[in-house]
Nanobody, 115 residues
Framework: QVQLVESGGGLVQPGGSLRLSCVASESISSLDAMGWARQAPGKQRELIVTITRSDTTNYADSVKGRFTISRDNAKNTLYLQMNSLKPEDTAVYSC?????????WGQGTQVTVSS
């Protein structure tokens, strides 16, 4: 199991930006893929973006054009830059890691978009 710790959440006004970070317990360059998911109250967990070992990315339509995934292999850290935030983006955001067919995820960080 890969240990993952997210940070960077908070309260932001509509139209604002946040950058989330996810630090992994091991080298992320060796992982098959990573991603970010979110879960809003009363809703199912939604995978919003993934990045493979070869840096291929895939975004959900709900965040395409507003969110950007990136990583720093030297710091074993995955990022999610979120721009043009909307109230419907309010959720707990967590990062996922896929290693040899096994999926791990962290505890998550709360993002609240409200005026």
């Amino acid at each position: 199991q890969v240990q993952l710790v997210e940070s960077g959440g908070g309260l932001v006004q509509p139209g604002g930006s946040l950058r989330l970070s996810c630090v992994a317990s091991e080298s992320i360059s060796s992982l098959d893929a990573m991603g970010w998911a979110r879960q809003a109250p009363g809703k199912q967990r939604e995978l919003i973006v993934t990045i493979t070992r070869s840096d291929t990315t895939n975004y959900a339509d709900s965040v395409k054009g507003r969110f950007t995934i990136s990583r720093d292999n030297a710091k074993n850290t995955l990022y999610l830059q979120m721009n043009s935030l909307k109230p419907e983006d309010t959720a707990v955001y967590s990062c996922d890691a896929v290693k040899q067919g096994s999926i791990s995820w962290g505890q998550g960080t709360q993002v609240t978009v409200s005026s």
